[in-house]
Nanobody, 124 residues
Framework: MCSCRRLGGGLVQAGGSLRLSCAAS?????MAWFRQAPGQERVFVAA????????RYGDFVRGRFAISRDRAKNTVYLQMNSLKPEDTGVYYC????????????????????WGNGTLVTVSS
């Protein structure tokens, strides 16, 4: 469903930036990013509405990341700045076929599609 690409390399020093992209091959409503660090559960990073007018972020993002979307390309992006070693993990894009309430955007169980994930490593 999703083809994830990583722009700028998967290994970056703390304070650096990376941009992830994910192109969906099916029609989607909500699109989101999740992260899974080694030995930990998958956590919510960010999500955006179909037109990109609304977005939601995980608490740890704190203004460092920005999610955006290109409807024409059915692609979602995650710009990550001021990266920290604790941002290390596999980043997965996810999407839903139909609309869901804003309060559920961070729940991985409501997603219908998942990308294969891309590894991001932030060194100290």
């Amino acid at each position: 469903m999703c083809s994830c690409r990583r722009l700028g390399g998967g290994l970056v020093q703390a304070g650096g930036s990376l941009r992830l992209s994910c192109a969906a091959s099916v029609s989607t409503d909500l699109m989101a990013w999740f992260r899974q660090a080694p030995g930990q559960e998958r956590v919510f990073v960010a999500a955006t509405s179909p037109r990109g007018g609304s977005s939601r972020y995980g608490d740890f993002v704190r203004g460092r990341f920005a999610i955006s979307r290109d409807r024409a390309k059915n692609t979602v992006y995650l710009q990550m700045n001021s990266l920290k070693p604790e941002d290390t993990g596999v980043y997965y894009c996810a999407a839903r076929r139909v609309r869901i309430v804003f309060s559920s955007w961070s729940d991985p169980n409501v997603m219908d599609y998942w990308g294969n994930g891309t590894l991001v490593t932030v060194s100290s």
